[in-house]
């Protein structure tokens, strides 16, 4: 059994020996070798962390104690330590173990890091909440591996030392850059320093100066002079303890028992301290120790030799920075600027051709920004060079101190879209979001290394006063070579089209082009003739070329890499602009939705969008027993399947769905158009399915009144055609909505939506019946007649009783409340505004009942209570201008009443 077979948890590494220690270190190594071999990763710097992650858990009881690892790449021996080795094969694999720290991954990661410089500002608030909690557990942040150069880090350490929490921040300096200088005499002093008996003779001699009878104060002073002077001689702790840290230091990283003593010892410290351990990258392995930066982060390689696999192709990280140097050959104001990743980034033969030009300023995001917004206030153009999700940290500086004083930097975002095994806190996803909504700032991707090489031309020579961005991903050119030629300009927010159809638009950007048009071959072979567009611009969009295509194929698609409401807006951009222009038409200003600051609309679109029907769900409900209904039914579904659109008709969708009857409500829920082939039976049956949903109702009258239809049976091809072709507006509808309140209690029971209207009557046919009616908040009283009736101003009833009562206006949300036998008895009817109820108590002692829609619902029995209110669900339904509701209601009555009245 090998020693991390043993290993299920820190507590099994406390009671090891030194040998058992050393073969278990000697393991942790192989292991991490062969796994980033095989599944790539971080390797160097998690070698060098070995015996620093040994001790930490051979002192320190982790999880109760809190271990926080900066950046997090360096936690591979971490999660070997603390149960996770049987998973450590799975190490950046879909649904296995993150690269690094993932608090829902193990309750001995209590902070998720994969940005650098967190970790002291993390820390103290976890120093702060103990605290404020009573309990009295340590603090452990770890950092280093180039995070302390980030602005974060000495905010968290000046913080620190004056809140005087206890913590324990280690320093672990793996590249020397803070002190070479180690040996036998610092590993002395930081024992000595950290003793109990050194403490102890400090604080005496430091209580024996100050009762000296004179100059007590002066011998104090001058000894912690002489103190800070000799430590400052051969330790670099002064910045630190400035800062308010107590500072121990430097002492072997790779030196296990020194280490553990030094931990054990600061544990008892009540203050804030740090510790500098000096380590060194790649460890125990010779090709990481030997280029520990090529081993930094690597893919898969030969564990024997450190050969890595050698790549096929370019990757855009190379193209680039080939170009840069191309660039800055050319365009002596060129500078590059990166944050920690210049071979990353491919900007390490820019550095060494153009030294002086070249600035890493650490891993400080913020501050690579803001130093390039004042490289061009005097003149340069900066390549800022950024991951994407690095660049998130700069939103405010790319705003505040680049876009608001209208200085242009080239924003070169590598590893922009997924980044798959480097985990989520790695995806570039948000950039083109964010960057979006700055007003004048320009966002681009290119689909191959070509484009990429010519808008970093293009935005080097920008004549722009802001920000521009370009985006590229992880991944290798599509390329097999580029062409030996000259750069070219692109035209700003100008799109390409790469394919012409007639039946849909698909808008792609950057690494999405080459699927889109894989996808329109596809589509060809199924009949569907796709355009395929290389946007090219997430900002600005070619609103131009979008409208053209809404006009001449009405269904636009988009396909890119990136959070889907914060990219590029394409839809919404589209319907902003057709808003604006169709407002301009009208007279009317309208500047919501641009991105330009004084946005101006100048030119008129015509009134309506071609909608294709390709696509489209489309259900047909009718009486298809009767052999008219059924024939129109299957030529109509035939002819709209043939344009390519989803036809259901409501008999052959009932067998396959449901045993319950569900087949109307489930197809309302499946369809985008319903089309009711019928009389008004038919409509309403259609619309209380459709009530609240989104799919719009073309009612179609193939008998009967067919008031609320939009046709005749006759006219049924060009309704349809008109329809689709948006020739037609759509109206919403709107219906009664009904509640029941039994007399034995309970709260009131929603029976149901009626389109047309809710009668309450007697169960016996012509009979009166006894009610008690309130409205608005009053009583109206106890009326006797056959029933009442409840309508919408929508329904048929509150139009048939404006005959002989009130008239409704089609489009005013009210409630037409009415006996049913007005006439004979005289009652005068309600109509009552939206939100209105009405309480119908019976009170015959015989039996009642709730009618809606001309369906019975509900049987009443006395002290029943009947609540009926417009219903807030609407139907939306296409209206044909030529035959509006009202209109068609008059004429087949031969009725023209034009008061309306009320109470």
Request: glycine content about 10%; aromatic content about 6%; overall charge positive.
């Amino acid at each position: 059994m090998s020693m991390l077979d043993k290993i299920h948890s820190p507590a099994d590494v406390k009671d090891l020996d030194r040998a058992d220690v050393a073969k278990l270190a000697a393991e942790m190594r192989h292991v991490i070798i062969q796994t980033v071999a095989r599944n790539a990763g971080h390797l160097a710097p998690n070698l060098g962390v070995v015996e620093l992650t040994l001790a930490l858990h051979r002192v320190f009881d982790s999880p109760t104690d809190k271990i926080i690892w900066d950046v997090g790449h360096q936690s591979y021996p971490h999660k070997l330590l603390t149960g996770r080795y049987d998973q450590f094969h799975t190490l950046r694999q879909l649904n296995g173990l993150a690269g690094y720290p993932r608090r829902s991954e193990s309750a001995h990661d209590p902070f998720g890091t994969s940005h650098g410089s967190t970790s002291i500002a993390a820390a103290l608030g976890f120093c702060a909440a103990r605290d404020l909690k009573g309990e009295n557990h340590h603090v452990i942040a770890v950092i280093g591996d180039g995070a302390l150069t980030g602005g974060m880090a000495f905010e968290g350490l000046n913080n620190a030392g004056e809140l005087k929490k206890k913590l324990i921040v280690i320093l672990n300096d793996n590249e020397m850059s803070i002190s070479p200088n180690i040996g036998a005499i610092h590993r002395y002093l930081t024992k000595l320093t950290t003793s109990r008996v050194y403490r102890a003779f400090e604080r005496d001699v430091w209580e024996l100066l100050g009762k000296l009878p004179r100059g007590g104060k002066k011998a104090q002073e001058a000894a912690h002079r002489l103190k800070e002077g000799m430590q400052n001689m051969v330790t670099p702790g002064v910045l630190f303890e400035e800062l308010g840290l107590k500072y121990f230091g430097p002492i072997d990283g790779h030196d296990l028992p020194v280490l553990e003593e030094t931990l054990s010892d600061l544990r008892r410290f009540d203050e804030p301290v740090l510790l500098h351990v000096v380590t060194r990258k790649g460890r125990g392995y010779g090709p990481a120790e030997g280029d520990a930066t090529t081993f930094h982060g690597i893919g898969v390689f030969d564990p024997d030799t450190g050969a890595a696999s050698k790549g096929g192709k370019k990757t855009y990280s190379n193209v680039f920075g080939d170009t840069a140097v191309h660039i800055a050959e050319r365009l002596p104001n060129v500078v590059a600027i990166t944050a920690a990743m210049t071979d990353n980034t491919g900007l390490t033969k820019f550095a060494k051709t153009y030294p002086e030009r070249f600035f890493d300023v650490g891993m400080a995001e913020e501050h690579a920004v803001t130093f390039s917004a004042g490289l061009a206030c005097e003149g340069l153009t900066p390549l800022t060079t950024i991951y994407s999700t690095f660049l998130q940290r700069g939103f405010d500086q790319v705003i505040h101190d680049c876009a608001v004083q209208d200085l242009k930097i080239v924003l070169c975002l590598d590893r922009a879209g997924l980044v798959g095994d480097d985990g989520a806190p790695q995806h570039g996803v948000f950039d083109v979001g964010y960057l979006r909504m700055i007003p004048g700032t320009v966002v681009m991707q290119p689909m191959d290394g070509e484009e990429l090489r010519d808008m970093l031309w293009t935005a080097a020579h920008w004549p722009g006063k802001r920000p521009i961005a370009v985006r590229y991903p992880r991944s290798p050119i599509p390329e097999a070579s580029l062409a030996d030629r000259e750069l070219e300009m692109i035209e700003i927010g100008k799109a390409e089209q790469l394919r012409a159809g007639g039946d849909v638009a698909i808008l792609a950007l950057g690494t999405m082009v080459a699927p889109s048009l894989a996808a329109a071959e596809l589509l060809a072979a199924q009949g569907v003739s796709a355009t395929v567009v290389n946007a090219r611009f997430a900002a600005p969009l070619d609103v131009d070329m979008f409208i053209g295509l809404a006009r001449s194929t009405g269904r636009i698609g988009r396909a890119q890499r990136g959070r889907a409401r914060a990219s590029s807006g394409c839809a919404q951009r589209v319907r902003a602009a057709w808003q604006a222009r169709r407002a301009a038409a009208a007279g009317r200003a309208r500047c919501r939705g641009h991105r330009q600051v004084h946005a101006r609309v100048r030119e008129a679109l015509a009134t309506h969008l071609h909608v294709s029907t390709r696509g489209r769900r489309i259900a047909i409900i009718g009486h298809l027993g009767r052999a008219q209904v059924r024939k129109a039914a299957v030529v109509l579904r035939d002819r709209l399947a043939r344009a390519g659109a989803v036809v259901r008709i409501e008999r052959e969708l009932a067998g396959a769905v449901s045993e319950r009857g569900e087949s109307l409500p489930v197809l309302a829920r499946w369809c985008e158009i319903m089309i009711s082939l019928g009389g008004d039976g038919t409509v309403l049956t259609a619309g209380r399915a459709l009530a609240g949903r989104k799919g719009v109702l073309l009612a179609v009258n193939m008998g009967g009144l067919g008031f609320l239809a939009a046709a005749e049976g006759r006219e049924l091809d060009a309704a349809v055609t008109a329809a689709l072709a948006g020739k037609w507006k759509i109206a919403t509808r709107t219906g009664v909505e009904t509640r029941v309140k039994r007399a034995r209690g309970g709260t009131p029971k929603r029976v149901g939506f009626a389109l047309n209207d809710a009668v309450i009557r007697s169960a016996r046919s012509y009979s009166a019946i006894h009610l008690r009616v309130a409205a608005l908040g009053h009583d109206l009283g106890h009326l006797v007649a056959d029933g009442l009736i409840a309508a919408s101003a929508s329904g048929s009833t509150a139009y048939s009783l404006s005959a002989g009562g009130p008239l409704v206006a089609p489009d005013v949300d009210s409630l037409v409340v009415t006996p049913a036998c007005a006439h004979a008895l005289g009652s005068r009817s309600l109509v009552l505004g939206a939100g209105s109820t009405v309480t119908v108590r019976v009170i015959s002692p015989g039996p009642a009942l709730l009618v809606m829609d001309g369906h019975e619902t509900e049987d009443l029995s006395k002290d029943d209570e009947v609540e009926l209110q417009l219903a807030k669900d609407r139907v939306r339904v296409f209206e044909n201008p030529a035959r509006p509701f009202l209109r068609t209601l008059q004429s087949k009555l031969g009725w023209q009443g034009s008061e309306r009245r009320s109470m």
